[in-house]
T-cell receptor, first 115, second 116 residues
């Protein structure tokens, strides 16, 4: 079975600084997707960034980038120039390739952004 | 991105009653919908996967007779919590996947259920 591990229950970053959230996963599949979702206090799940396992290049979306290490099964999220609006729960998730494949979520990391 | 709605956004009911939660895809055809449950300060746990026109597939440990899922059309899935009890109080989230955006799930805003 696939598992996703987030070892940092809470993280804190100062506004404008950079923070990295960690995620490791376990799978025997060769083709899969990895995601980072943000859940603000409204509890609406928001997709932050997505990585296809077959792509060697790390995904980037504006201030958000990932460090995808396939051999190590590691998928960390870097948030640059942190903003107050980045404060939220962040969930790492995995799904194997193919339609209607279910998502497996990590336990989440609560990010605080301080002035 | 695609839009998924849920109704109601919150509901309070008495113990022993049944509650229905709707999940709608507003601008795409949702061939598959997923139902999650999230307890306070915890992650999302998948309850079941439903494909339009067929029976839902439930995760291990989820009582299919208690959590009835219907996916009768390409835009609507419903979750009915039957004979609800206080321990069923939780945040229920649906997500949908389909045409034209396959391999991506779009999440509804969630429904907070409180059973008294």
């Amino acid at each position: 079975a696939q598992t996703v591990t987030q070892s940092q229950p809470e993280m804190s970053v100062q506004e404008a600084e950079t923070v990295t959230l960690s995620c490791t996963y376990d799978t025997s599949e060769s083709d899969y997707y990895l995601f980072w979702y943000k859940q603000p206090p409204s509890r609406q799940m928001i997709l932050v960034i997505r990585q296809e396992a077959y792509k060697q290049q790390n995904a980037t979306e504006n201030r958000f980038s990932v460090n995808f290490q396939k051999a190590a099964k590691s998928f960390s999220l870097k948030i640059s120039d942190s903003q107050l609006g980045d404060a939220a729960m962040y969930f790492c998730a995995y799904r194997k390739a193919g339609t209607a494949s279910k998502l497996t979520f990590g336990t989440g990391t609560r990010l605080q952004v301080t002035l | 991105g695609a839009v998924v709605s849920q109704h109601p956004s919150w509901v309070i009911c008495k113990s022993g009653t049944s509650v229905k939660i709707e999940c709608r895809s507003l601008d795409f055809q949702a061939t598959t919908m997923f139902w999650y449950r999230q307890f306070p300060k915890q992650s999302l746990m998948l309850m079941a996967t439903s494909n339009e026109g067929s029976k839902a597939t439930y995760e291990q440990g989820v009582e299919k007779d208690k959590f009835l899922i219907n996916h009768a059309s390409l835009t609507l899935s419903t979750l009915t919590v039957t004979s609800a009890h206080p321990e069923d109080s939780s945040f229920y989230i649906c997500s949908a996947e389909g045409t034209p955006k396959n391999n991506e799930q779009f999440f509804g805003p969630g429904t907070r259920l409180t059973v008294l």
